[in-house]
């Protein structure tokens, strides 16, 4: 059975840092590709980064660019998250999600989903 496991989220004041980890089961990450979404309340969900475990390449939305790195440890079998400078509209639910033979921000073409992690972002 595959799990995601999201941890790291929590309330943080503006300019502060947090890290996300993505603890996966069930599934080796070097064949998927490894995907954070965040979900405001009535919004829409959004991809925020992504990485291919298998060659490195990694993807950031352009309103975290600069901001956040995606990163994974392939012998833990863990993705990271780590979000620097954050603003009042990083506030959302964070999710990770993986996907087999796919690599971008489109929701459909993830798998497996995590059940999502919390981040505040207070000024």
């Known amino acids: 059975e595959v799990q995601l496991v999201e941890s790291g989220g929590g309330l943080v004041q503006t300019g502060g840092s947090l890290r996300l980890s993505c603890a996966a089961s069930?599934?080796?990450?070097?064949?998927?590709?490894i995907g954070w979404f965040r979900q405001a309340p009535g919004k829409k969900r959004e991809g925020v980064s992504c990485?291919?475990?298998?060659?490195?390449?990694?993807f950031y939305a352009d309103s975290v660019k600069g901001r956040f790195t995606i990163s994974s440890d392939n012998a833990k079998n863990v993705v990271y998250l780590q979000m620097n400078s954050l603003k009042s509209e990083d506030t959302a639910v964070y999710y990770c999600?993986?996907?087999?033979?796919?690599?971008?921000?489109?929701?459909?073409?993830?798998?497996?989903w995590g059940q999502g992690t919390q981040v505040t972002v207070s000024s």
């Open positions: 999600a993986a996907a087999e033979q796919y690599y971008g921000f489109n929701p459909a073409r993830y798998n497996y």
């Open positions: 990485i291919s475990s298998s060659d490195g390449s990694t």
């Open positions: 069930g599934l080796t990450l070097y064949d998927y590709a």
